[in-house]
């Protein structure tokens, strides 16, 4: 009998036919309760369990999880699983490695010159009826210097994009070296990125060491009041203290695609009065984490996905 496999949440068919094919029993039950998954996974016996972002495994989750071997991530990031649990259970975790990247650097450019160019406002003034040239007067990217923080796949797509526009670009990456290019330059350090860039755009995992990295602290040897973008997860900005920082003008702006408590009205209490000042600030754009979530990354994920989990069992 083939290995069985839950998939909980939304996928492209290619990942459930591309299983099938190589003889796996695929459960799709992409509307399940995540309070059911669990007992579900128990009851019919599975290897393997497909998520993207419908819940939380935790090490009591995956303790509980008797035959489980692999969690497979349809995205990129995986702070959704308890991975310290899982590494000492001996379960392989899975992603989609690179395959969102270029929809996310895509996602960030789009932000960054609708910001620059008061886009949003402009067509809600012309909208509105009134016809304001001079308000929405804006600037040139070329004119800037972009930080990149976070030189993985998706930081490098941006990098790529950017190129094009003839622009300064500093990147940063504690973990790696060697990966400046002719158009990008390498930096030893996250204060150098803070010092001289005009733009800085985060694309970083969550972890401990991530965690509140966009932080005021940050802040104080900055010269050029920068441009801050998020678009890895939203813990890695400190709300607190990057608000009060916007409030004191030691930033230009925020543009985040994500936030730590999403959808932000609608979950709770947390930053909460924070979000709805950000809300009536015109230096501050949101999109509702769908920087990596495009039509044609939604194949690709599943794709890759796929790839990925038939090379883990040896199926190719």
Known sequence: ????????????????????????????????LKDAVLSRALELKVEGIVVRSKMYFSGEFLHACNGLKWIARAGVGTDNIDTHAAEELGLHIINADGANALTVAEHVLGMILGFLHKLPSADFSVRS??????????????????????????????????????????????????????????????????????????????????K???????????????????????????????????KKGHISGLILDVWPDEPPLKTGALYREEFEWLCEQSCVMFSPHVAGWSQESYVRISDKLLDNVLKFKGCI
């Open 1 to 32: 009998m083939g290995s069985r496999v839950l998939i909980i949440d939304d996928v492209y068919e290619s990942l459930i036919k591309g299983l099938e094919a190589h003889g796996f029993i695929v459960y799709y039950e992409k509307d399940i």
């Open 212 to 246: 509140g990295m966009i932080h005021a602290d940050n802040l104080k040897k900055i010269s050029q009041n920068p441009l801050i973008i998020n678009a890895s997860r939203g813990a890695v900005l400190d709300v607190v203290s990057v608000v009060n920082a916007l």
């Open 129 to 210: 009826g009134a016809w304001d040239r001079e308000g929405h007067r804006g600037r040139e990217l070329s004119s800037l210097k972009i930080g990149i923080v976070g030189l993985g796949n998706t930081g490098m797509a941006l990098s790529r994009l950017l190129k094009g526009f003839e622009v300064d670009i500093f990147g940063y990456d504690k973990y790696k070296v060697g990966f400046g290019k002719d158009y990008l330059k390498e930096v030893s350090s996250l204060e150098e990125i803070w010092e001289k860039c005009d733009v800085i755009s985060f694309h970083v995992p969550l972890n401990e060491e991530t």
